[in-house]
């Protein structure tokens, strides 16, 4: 005869399982600001070199062509920066002596910013931030 003895499962209880799933929400929950910010500023910066990219073309336009460049004759703002076409919109003004370059933000959540041909920044505080 073969006798069996019953062990006593070696897994973990619904109990177990569900606090660590509490835990790892309440870390979830403290992180994400922090890591909204961070990534909020990434993009941010990536916008600043966008617009510093687009006033080097609008130099470059200028001496070619004796005026600076619309905003059909830039390039995409896809093809400069994904993160910052995602979030961003371009605005161009420009005339035969002056340009000025606007990164504007539909949503509000990231402020706007703007570089003239003086290489003057301007920003404005986002409504969310």
């Known amino acids: 005869m ?4 019953s062990t006593p499962g070696r897994g973990f209880t619904l109990v177990e399982l ?3 799933v509490a835990i790892l929400a309440i870390f979830v929950a403290l992180a994400m600001p922090s890591w909204r910010a961070t990534a909020n500023e990434a993009v941010i910066q990536q916008a600043r070199v ?8 609008q130099h470059r336009f200028l001496r070619g062509h004796g005026r600076f460049a619309k905003q059909d004759e830039l390039p995409t703002l896809d093809s400069l920066g994904r993160s910052v076409a995602r979030r961003y919109q371009l605005e161009v003004e420009s005339d035969v002596s002056r340009y000025s370059l606007r990164l504007i933000d539909p ?23």
Not at 2 to 5: A, E, L, P, Q, Y
Not at 50 to 57: D, M, N, S, Y
Request: net charge positive.
């Open 2 to 5: 073969s006798t069996r003895h």
């Open 18 to 20: 569900m606090a660590v």
């Open 50 to 57: 966008v617009l510093q990219r687009l006033a080097i073309r």
């Open 107 to 129: 949503n509000g959540e990231l402020p706007s910013l703007a570089l003239n041909h003086l290489g003057q920044w301007a920003s404005s505080e986002a409504a969310s931030l």
